[in-house]
Nanobody, 134 residues
Framework: QVQLVESGGGLVQPGGSLRLSCAAS????????IGWFRQAPGKEREGVSC????????YYADSVKGRFTISRDNAKSTIYLQMNSLKPEDTAVYYC???????????????????????????WGQGTQVTVSS
């Protein structure tokens, strides 16, 4: 059974940094694409970033490009989301999930600049709260 557990959230001032972790069990990261999503109060869940293990393709939403970096540590079965230059609008619950579509297809979607869809992902974690406020 695939299980994802997020951690690393917290309260940070604008301009600060946080590193989120997504610990995976029941799957091999080498054969998986993992996505990060976020959901702010009253808003729909939106895709933030994705990492495709087969070719290390990465996707970032326009709102986080240049500030967030996704990475993985296969030995620890963990995906990270390094978040720098945080803004109040980054405040949300952050989730990780496993991509259900083949990695080649995901890499193609990334090349086309397609946004992530929650419908393509499964095995959602419980989420971790990120609050950016002074």
């Amino acid at each position: 059974q695939v299980q994802l557990v997020e951690s690393g959230g917290g309260l940070v001032q604008p301009g600060g940094s946080l590193r989120l972790s997504c610990a995976a069990s029941g799957l091999v990261l080498d054969y998986s694409a993992i996505g990060w999503f976020r959901q702010a109060p009253g808003k729909e869940r939106e895709g933030v970033s994705c990492l495709v293990s087969s070719d290390n393709s990465t996707y970032y939403a326009d709102s986080v490009k240049g500030r967030f970096t996704i990475s993985r540590d296969n030995a620890k079965s963990t995906i990270y989301l390094q978040m720098n230059s945080l803004k109040p609008e980054d405040t949300a619950v952050y989730y990780c999930a496993v991509d259900r579509i083949p990695m080649g297809a995901r890499a193609a979607k990334i090349r086309l600049g397609e946004a992530l869809s929650t419908e393509d992902f499964a095995a959602w974690g419980q989420g971790t709260q990120v609050t950016v406020s002074s």
